[in-house]
């Protein structure tokens, strides 16, 4: 039986809704323990891995809960612009979650309808509007992207000059990140200039909670916790 809440070693406080989620993204595949190690697109090695594309798209159910463990951060950000939020996913997976996020609150009280827009992975190099989105239109939009991971953020800094290079103020927009492996990412974000960056889980909680609950044995934690460590 899962407890009502765990803090983890970050200070974060996990409830007992949050521990259902993520054993139900272990459950799916979403989240797990490799046998070989995966390497990262930051070149870093682990046996932990979290997914989020095709094998959240296959369950649109859980897809849907996973968006709205961002709800509350969401909720809770100013309208910057336009009085209508507009979330863009950083490709790939980020798309999806951005996608049901949209959807999820469609019965928002008292703000316009949010909506969301898809970003290209390749430059659009034929009709009309040649970009990596569509023009921003601030006077009706207040733009928020979306990350489903973040390691290095190598993959967010490069999607955000791409968005700056179509018109979106994103040194001045909210960045919302649904865990973050607390591989420097944060701080590069920093340097680069961009502050407004929301986290909403960390990784080293999970697995840290998923040892407490008795899910994972102890040996995970004591293999992963050195080679994050190295970050902090």
């Known amino acids: 039986m899962l407890p009502k809440a765990f803090t983890g070693p ?16 272990e459950t799916n595949g979403s989240f797990g323990w490799n046998p070989t190690e995966i390497e990262f697109n930051s070149g870093f090695k682990c046996h932990i891995y979290l997914r989020g594309r095709n094998d959240l798209s296959d369950n649109t159910w859980l897809l849907s809960k996973t968006a709205n463990s961002l709800d509350g951060i969401v ?9 209508q939020q507009c979330y863009i996913g950083i490709p790939t997976a980020g798309t999806q979650l951005a996608t049901a996020l949209a959807f999820e609150r ?9 909506c969301f827009r898809s970003m290209r992975t390749e430059l659009k190099k034929h009709g009309k509007d040649n970009m990596w989105i ?4 601030l006077s009706r939009h207040t733009y928020i992207s979306i990350e489903n991971v973040m390691s290095t953020a190598g993959s967010m800094i490069t999607a955000f000059e791409r968005m700056e290079s179509d018109g979106y103020p994103t040194m001045y927009m909210d960045h919302v990140v649904f865990a973050d492996w607390e591989l420097g990412g944060l701080t590069n974000l920093h340097k680069k200039g961009y502050e407004k960056i929301h986290v909403r889980y960390v990784i080293r909680d999970i697995i840290a909670a998923f040892v407490h609950i008795g899910r994972w044995p102890k040996e995970r934690w004591d293999y992963i916790e050195p080679k994050l460590a190295v970050f902090r």
């Open 10 to 25: 970050s200070g974060r406080t996990l409830t007992h809704w949050d521990l259902k989620l993520w054993c139900e993204l």
């Open 75 to 83: 909720d809770a950000l100013p309208y910057r612009y336009g009085k």
């Open 106 to 114: 469609r019965g928002l009280i008292g703000h316009e309808t949010p």
């Open 134 to 137: 569509d023009p921003p239109d």
